[in-house]
């Protein structure tokens, strides 16, 4: 069975900090791999996704993230966070031919100006 | 488009008490998807459809919950009857299968419907 860990559950950061959320996964064959995000009160929204190619993958608002897959890692990163960052971040796995996600347990990213 | 639709978007109850949540997906999608959001559990599957037939309900709790896809429009998911512990956040999702197998097709999430069982 796959599962998603991450490890981080609460991050505070400052304004133009850099950020970077870590999220492994456990599955040992070719995973498609996604980034959600939830700010308050709103529904989850795609930040970026991974199911082949590059494995530096751009999302929107200036995310990225990285797939190394020696690691089983998928670890998002933005070089300078602004307060309208705050919000939970989801982690999600699935296996080719599966359909539905596995999230990770999210992160919740507190931004102060 | 309007995006995934879900109703009604916060319900409370009392323990026992049946309860039905609806979702209209996306116009041509054909994956919907029906998650449950909890502090302790995160989110997590319960069921999805592909093309109005239930593919995987093995997150189904138990035969409390029930869910159905009369149409290609439309789903519900019921609870009968509720208990406190089924206080949640309900997501649908839906996403379009892009003729291959591949499963990386996003799927967009609905506003979430929150149930309080008391």
């Known amino acids: 069975a796959q599962s998603v860990s991450q490890h981080n559950h609460h991050v505070i950061l400052s304004e133009a900090a850099s950020l970077e959320l870590g999220c492994n996964y456990s599955y040992g064959g070719t995973v498609n791999l996604f980034w959600y995000v939830q700010y308050p009160g709103q529904h989850l929204q795609l930040l970026l996704k991974?199911?082949?190619?590059?494995?530096l993958v751009k999302g929107i608002k200036g995310f990225e993230a990285e797939f190394i897959k020696s690691k089983f890692s998928f670890n998002l990163r933005k070089p300078s966070v602004q307060w309208s960052d705050t919000a939970e971040y989801f982690c999600a796995v699935n296996a080719p031919g599966r359909r539905a996600l596995t999230f990770g347990s999210g992160t919740r990213l507190q931004v102060q100006p | 488009d309007a995006g995934v639709i879900q109703s009604p978007r916060h319900e409370v109850t009392e323990m026992g008490q049946e309860v039905t949540l609806r979702c209209k997906p996306i116009s041509g999608h054909d994956y919907l998807f029906w998650y449950r959001q909890t502090m302790m559990r995160g989110l997590e599957l319960l069921i999805y459809?592909?093309?109005?037939?239930?593919?995987?309900d093995s997150g189904m709790p138990e035969d409390r919950f029930s869910a159905k896809m009369p149409n290609a429009s439309f789903s519900t998911l019921k609870i009968q009857p509720s208990e406190p512990r089924d206080s949640a956040v309900y997501f649908c999702?839906?996403?379009?299968?892009?003729?291959?197998?591949?499963?990386?097709?996003?799927?967009?999430f609905g506003p979430g419907t929150r149930l309080t069982v008391l």
């Open positions: 991974y199911f082949s190619g590059d494995p």
């Open positions: 999702a839906s996403s379009l299968s892009a003729g291959g197998s591949s499963g990386n097709n996003e799927q967009f």
């Open positions: 459809f592909n093309n109005n037939v239930p593919i995987d």
